[in-house]
């Protein structure tokens, strides 16, 4: 069994900082892509960032110059740093990973969420 595990939510002011991290545990063979995903109340979840096996990212533009995601292959784990933080950024977050099991099959990981909120 697979498991992604998030940490690092909480109340921050604006123009803080916060940085999740995410680690993958279980039977694992393999990681592909790895991401942030969040949902804010009342809104569809969006992607936020993502990140590839090769390392190349790419970013949602209202967090573009803000977050920075990075990945540690060796202890399955990515990180999102969220600089300037806006009240816009309240939601909660949740990572995702595409892995292969020890049985060879890929699936879609999500973790359970860790709630970040942005005071004015």
């Known amino acids: 069994q697979v498991q992604l595990v998030e940490s690092g939510g909480g109340l921050v002011q604006s123009g803080g900082s916060l940085r999740l991290s995410c680690a993958a545990s279980?039977?694992?063979?393999?990681?592909?892509?790895m991401a942030w995903y969040r949902q804010a109340p009342g809104k569809q979840r969006e992607l936020v960032a993502h990140i590839t096996s090769g390392t190349n990212t790419n970013y949602a533009d209202s967090v573009k110059g803000r977050f920075t995601i990075a990945r540690d292959n060796a202890k399955n784990t990515v990180f999102l740093q969220m600089n300037s933080l806006k009240p816009e950024d309240t939601a909660v977050y949740s990572c995702y990973a595409y892995i292969q099991d020890y049985t060879k099959t890929w699936s879609h990981y999500w973790g359970q969420g860790t709630q970040v909120t942005v005071s004015s």
């Open positions: 279980g039977s694992i063979f393999g990681i592909n892509a």
